[in-house]
């Protein structure tokens, strides 16, 4: 979703910046454009890294002995799972 933000604020911000010929007496426009168009980029790049670290597993391995002197080991598996659309 995060993605999908950043590609929307970077396209109202450019079509603000570039394709509106406006001069509001209140308010620069290409300045609010790129303005959009930067926060569109650094949401776009915090997207792109929070998808990636959601495909991340862990895995834990501990060995120990236990009071009658027996091996033991324990396997921890931790991933997440897909997102279906």
Request: glycine share 10%.
């Amino acid at each position: 979703m995060s993605i999908g933000t950043g590609i929307f604020l970077f396209v109202v911000g450019a079509v603000l910046a570039f394709a509106l010929n406006l001069e509001v007496s209140w308010i620069d426009l290409d300045l609010v454009g790129y303005l959009l168009m930067g926060a569109g980029a650094i949401v776009f790049i915090i997207g792109i890294v929070l998808a990636a670290r959601k495909r991340e597993s862990t895995t834990t391995v501990r060995s120990g002995v236990n009071e009658n002197d027996e091996n033991i080991t324990q396997r921890r598996t931790s991933t997440t799972p897909d997102e279906t659309l």
